[in-house]
């Protein structure tokens, strides 16, 4: 079936470090991928996403590229700020008709200190 | 536009009670989606309806019942709460299904 495997947590950086948050996924087809945040006392948000393979998804400084031949989707941001401290979830669906749904990581928290 | 809302927004319940979430959209969305958030393990799906009328389970249907006899409205039951039942509980809608869904803000359920 299918899976997302989120690099463990929490991470803890400096405002203006760069970010990488490793994700990798087990899917059958061509799914898409989604990264997801949640601030604190919120629901998710859509933060980007990416439909095939070599697409670049990208959103408030964030990016993340599709890679099929490694199954990932990382996400990275060059300069991150206090504002980002939050949780994010990789996620992907699989084109599936009726039974197609979106599969999360179990989620990582970054804290990002002034 | 509110988007996807929730109500309430936290509870308390003894062990035995029941109670019903309520999720409301006003995207015009089809699909409608109930989810379980506990720490270490993300979002679990639990219940999910393809359109007005229709349900089908996730992935931890068991202790929980739903309905959508409104296309805007999807509810979750629990008919007798056990603690195991403490978690967050998060609604979403999608107007395509498994692409990008759009969440309400949670409700926090205490189980004692």
């Known amino acids: 079936g299918n899976s997302v495997t989120q690099m463990e947590g929490p991470v803890t950086l400096s405002e203006e470090a760069f970010l990488t948050i490793n994700c990798t996924y087990t899917?059958?087809?061509?799914?898409?991928l989604f990264w997801y945040v949640q601030y604190p006392g919120e629901g998710l948000q859509l933060l980007l996403k990416?439909?095939?393979?070599?697409d670049k998804g990208s959103n408030k400084g964030f990016e993340a590229t599709y890679r099929k031949e490694t199954t990932s989707f990382h996400l990275e941001k060059g300069s991150v700020q206090v504002s980002d401290s939050a949780v994010y979830f990789c996620?992907?669906?699989?084109?599936?008709?009726?039974?197609?749904?979106?599969?999360f990581g179990k989620g990582i928290t970054l804290s990002v200190r002034p | 536009n509110a988007g996807v809302t929730q109500t309430p927004k936290f509870r308390v319940l003894k062990t035995g009670q029941s109670m019903t979430l309520l999720c409301a959209q006003d995207?015009?969305?089809?699909?409608m989606y109930w989810y379980r958030q506990d720490p270490g393990m993300g979002l679990r799906l639990i219940h999910y309806s393809v359109g007005e009328g229709t349900t089908a389970k996730g992935e931890v249907p068991d202790g929980y019942n739903v309905s959508r006899l409104k296309k805007q409205n999807f509810l979750l039951g629990l008919e007798s709460a056990a603690p195991s039942q403490t978690s967050v509980y998060f609604c979403a809608s999608s107007y395509v299904q498994g692409e990008t869904q759009y969440f309400g803000p949670g409700t926090r359920l205490l189980v004692l």
């Open positions: 996620a992907l669906s699989s084109p599936g008709g009726a039974n197609s749904k979106l599969t």
């Open positions: 995207m015009n969305h089809e699909y």
């Open positions: 899917a059958t087809g061509y799914p898409s």
């Open positions: 990416a439909t095939k393979a070599d």
